[in-house]
């Protein structure tokens, strides 16, 4: 086995009872005035627990507390304790709330349709009083995906950020924190309290369209620095920071969604560079890391993903780097996990296995699918896989009190109320760090004549696709005509726009372009030999504007659609503030 440190941390908890005082309990059904209850559920087993009256709220410690809980839960409880669903409708679906008061314990806001952000409080409202009114009245985590940048699941108003690669630009370990920060304060007024965010994958494969601008950049340890940072910003508003994708989703450009991606370097370049962020995570006790489906056949001979793989969760991540926290997978809906598993509840049985604490599902089960059935008959006949199960549980529970209990910032509204959250979403303070976070990461990949005096510039086409581009174009050059496109135009579309230049841009001569994506790029590339100024914005991964070193001037932003990030283009164009952001990889 490949080591990394000696240390080992991880300590298995076994619970046993004598055969005689079970015996005897059994024949009186009474003890010292407390009630015996007796396992018949379907997949039990036949076993005696002393129930006593307590519930997550009861004035104990955590752990003594946590422990009590799981030790009385029977079977169906403990596993649905370590289950997260999501839902696809605009509210939770009847099936959703059934396994909610089964005991479902997490659910995950997906971003199909959370553009009504008070229908997402008034939806997480409701369930969190359905799990309240639950045997142990367990709340849920509720989790959702808001890493700032092109991945914000929970959208209406909430802040359109300028994300990873722009705080990796600017350098800040405060922009990182201050980042995490103003995006939890949005999410947790709508009672989210979990977030799958910071992600620390490494900006290896610079082809990636999975990871791309979702990464600090390619240097592990500022990666490390500002992962940490972000997790610290995150905890301090009261949400949980899920540090992702482990052991590290950066050296390939496949999408595990669609297929399990296969990263082969070998161990010394995985130590010294994948697993490097992680270190400085798990040294600031992150409390929550999320599994990816990645397969590392060099570290890993079986070719399992990382996610159902025991080496990688209970070996390195636990035993040898001294993880404490949860564990939890990513969606296991992916083909990344599936394909390798060859059943959806193998998967989640090989999950479980391998450490994982909470198993996650974008679509909601079925209250008869194998997945539950099936590991629930193991649990009733394999010990070592029931006291798994039991120990996950036991985490997650023993996690919530602590959020609830311990926190030392107010932790998320467990009933958030949808007739204030204007006053919350999107957050005013936020709204002005943004901007000035995103003035600092604006990066010069080639300079030409800067700053465009208006004078100079002639006659000046903005061509683009977002209202506050146009708007800040006109205030600073308001004799300026427009052309618009697509955000993501097809091929067709492509083409229309090249053919309309012919006769659109003959009379102009300065062209401001934003380019997000490579038919973007294929529209800027008709001027390449047309005689103008060409000013590049590049919007989103700067590996795309590489082709375009033709035009004048170049300036990176990095950033999905974000008013704040094309304000400081084109201020800095307009000469209102020295750069200072860095291109953060090499």
Same mark, same amino acid.
């Given at each position: 086995?490949?080591?990394? #440190?000696?240390s080992?941390?991880?300590?298995?908890? +076994?619970f046993?009872?004598?055969?005689i005082?079970?015996?005897t309990?059994?024949?009186?059904?009474?003890?010292?005035?407390?009630?015996?209850?007796?396992?018949?559920?379907?997949?039990?087993?036949?076993?005696?627990?002393?129930?006593?009256?307590?519930?997550?709220?009861?004035?104990?410690?955590?752990?003594?507390?946590?422990?009590?809980?799981?030790?009385?839960?029977?079977?169906?409880?403990l596993?649905?304790?370590?289950?997260?669903?999501?839902?696809?409708?605009?509210?939770?679906?009847?099936?959703?709330?059934?396994?909610?008061? %089964?005991?479902l314990?997490?659910?995950?806001?997906?971003?199909?349709?959370t553009?009504?952000?008070?229908?997402?409080?008034?939806?997480?409202?409701?369930?969190?009083?359905?799990?309240?009114?639950?045997?142990?009245?367990?709340?849920?985590?509720?989790?959702?995906?808001?890493?700032?940048?092109?991945?914000?699941?929970?959208?209406?108003?909430?802040?359109?950020?300028?994300?990873?690669?722009?705080?990796?630009?600017?350098?800040?370990?405060?922009?990182s924190?201050?980042?995490?920060?103003?995006?939890?304060?949005?999410?947790?007024?709508?009672?989210?309290?979990m977030?799958?965010?910071?992600?620390?994958?490494?900006?290896?494969?610079?082809?990636?369209?999975?990871?791309?601008?979702?990464?600090f950049g390619?240097?592990?340890?500022?990666?490390?620095?500002?992962?940490?940072?972000?997790?610290?910003?995150?905890l301090?508003?009261?949400?949980?920071?899920?540090v992702?994708?482990?052991?590290?989703?950066?050296?390939?450009?496949?999408?595990?969604?669609?297929?399990?991606?296969?990263i082969?370097?070998?161990?010394?370049?995985?130590?010294?560079?994948?697993?490097?962020?992680?270190?400085?995570?798990?040294?600031?006790?992150?409390?929550?890391?999320m599994?990816?489906?990645l397969?590392?056949?060099?570290?890993?001979?079986?070719?399992?993903?990382?996610?159902?793989s025991?080496?990688? +969760?209970?070996?390195?991540?636990?035993?040898?780097?001294?993880?404490?926290?949860?564990?939890?997978?990513?969606?296991?809906?992916?083909?990344?996990?599936?394909?390798?598993?060859?059943?959806?509840?193998?998967?989640?049985?090989?999950?479980?296995?391998?450490?994982?604490?909470?198993?996650?599902?974008? #679509?909601?089960? %079925?209250?008869?699918e194998? +997945?539950?059935?099936?590991?629930?008959e193991?649990?009733?006949?394999?010990?070592?896989?029931?006291q798994?199960?039991?120990?996950?549980?036991?985490?997650?529970?023993?996690t919530?009190?602590?959020?609830?209990?311990?926190?030392?910032?107010?932790?998320?509204?467990?009933?958030?109320?949808?007739?204030?959250?204007?006053?919350?979403?999107?957050?005013?303070?936020?709204?002005?760090?943004?901007?000035?976070?995103?003035?600092?990461?604006?990066?010069?990949?080639?300079?030409?004549?800067?700053?465009?005096n208006?004078?100079?510039?002639?006659?000046?086409?903005?061509?683009?696709?977002?209202?506050?581009?146009?708007?800040?174009?006109?205030?600073?050059y308001?004799?300026?005509s427009?052309? %618009?496109?697509s955000?993501?135009?097809?091929?067709?579309?492509?083409?229309?726009?090249?053919?309309?230049?012919?006769?659109?841009?003959?009379?102009?001569?300065?062209?401001?372009?934003?380019?997000?994506?490579?038919?973007?790029?294929?529209?800027?590339?008709?001027?390449?030999?047309?005689?103008?100024?060409?000013?590049?914005?590049?919007?989103?991964?700067?590996?795309?504007?590489?082709?375009?070193?033709?035009?004048?001037?170049?300036l990176?932003?990095?950033?999905?659609?974000?008013?704040?990030?094309?304000k400081?283009?084109?201020?800095?164009?307009?000469?209102?503030?020295?750069?200072?952001?860095?291109?953060?990889?090499?």
């Amino acid at each position: 086995m490949h080591k990394i #440190t000696s240390s080992q941390i991880f300590i298995k908890k +076994l619970f046993s009872l004598c055969f005689i005082f079970v015996f005897t309990l059994f024949e009186t059904g009474f003890l010292y005035g407390q009630t015996i209850s007796v396992k018949t559920q379907s997949g039990n087993r036949n076993n005696q627990q002393i129930q006593e009256d307590i519930s997550f709220w009861s004035n104990l410690p955590n752990d003594v507390l946590a422990k009590k809980i799981v030790d009385q839960m029977t079977d169906e409880e403990l596993y649905s304790q370590i289950l997260m669903f999501g839902w696809a409708g605009a509210e939770p679906s009847e099936l959703l709330c059934q396994w909610v008061d %089964r005991g479902l314990g997490s659910v995950k806001v997906f971003g199909w349709n959370t553009d009504d952000i008070k229908q997402v409080a008034k939806s997480i409202t409701y369930l969190q009083k359905k799990s309240y009114s639950g045997r142990f009245q367990i709340p849920l985590f509720v989790a959702t995906d808001q890493e700032g940048g092109w991945i914000r699941h929970v959208k209406g108003d909430t802040s359109i950020t300028p994300g990873n690669m722009a705080i990796g630009a600017s350098g800040y370990p405060a922009d990182s924190w201050y980042t995490a920060y103003y995006i939890s304060r949005e999410i947790k007024a709508l009672g989210i309290n979990m977030n799958f965010a910071p992600t620390v994958d490494l900006f290896t494969d610079h082809e990636s369209t999975i990871i791309g601008t979702r990464s600090f950049g390619d240097d592990p340890d500022k990666v490390g620095i500002l992962g940490t940072m972000f997790a610290s910003g995150s905890l301090a508003a009261g949400v949980i920071p899920t540090v992702k994708h482990f052991p590290g989703h950066g050296d390939t450009n496949a999408d595990s969604h669609g297929k399990l991606p296969v990263i082969n370097i070998d161990f010394e370049t995985f130590k010294n560079r994948e697993i490097v962020p992680y270190l400085y995570l798990i040294k600031e006790n992150v409390p929550a890391v999320m599994s990816g489906h990645l397969s590392y056949p060099q570290i890993e001979p079986s070719g399992a993903p990382a996610s159902l793989s025991k080496y990688f +969760l209970t070996e390195l991540l636990r035993n040898q780097l001294g993880y404490e926290g949860l564990i939890i997978t990513d969606d296991m809906m992916m083909t990344g996990a599936t394909s390798y598993a060859g059943s959806l509840s193998n998967a989640f049985k090989l999950a479980i296995e391998a450490g994982n604490d909470i198993i996650l599902s974008s #679509t909601t089960a %079925r209250l008869n699918e194998a +997945l539950w059935k099936k590991n629930l008959e193991l649990m009733s006949v394999d010990e070592k896989f029931y006291q798994q199960v039991k120990n996950s549980a036991y985490r997650v529970i023993k996690t919530k009190l602590d959020y609830y209990k311990n926190n030392v910032s107010t932790p998320a509204p467990l009933y958030p109320d949808p007739d204030d959250l204007a006053q919350s979403i999107p957050d005013k303070e936020g709204e002005k760090f943004f901007l000035e976070q995103a003035c600092r990461s604006i990066t010069i990949e080639k300079e030409g004549e800067l700053p465009l005096n208006k004078n100079r510039a002639g006659r000046i086409l903005l061509m683009g696709s977002i209202d506050s581009f146009f708007q800040a174009g006109k205030a600073r050059y308001p004799n300026a005509s427009e052309f %618009r496109f697509s955000y993501e135009p097809g091929p067709n579309e492509t083409q229309w726009v090249k053919d309309k230049l012919a006769t659109m841009a003959a009379g102009y001569d300065t062209i401001i372009i934003c380019v997000s994506c490579e038919n973007h790029a294929k529209i800027a590339e008709y001027f390449k030999n047309a005689n103008k100024r060409v000013i590049v914005l590049s919007t989103m991964s700067p590996v795309i504007s590489e082709r375009l070193s033709w035009a004048e001037t170049i300036l990176l932003g990095y950033s999905w659609r974000c008013d704040f990030s094309l304000k400081a283009m084109l201020g800095l164009l307009n000469g209102e503030y020295e750069v200072v952001g860095v291109k953060p990889y090499n």
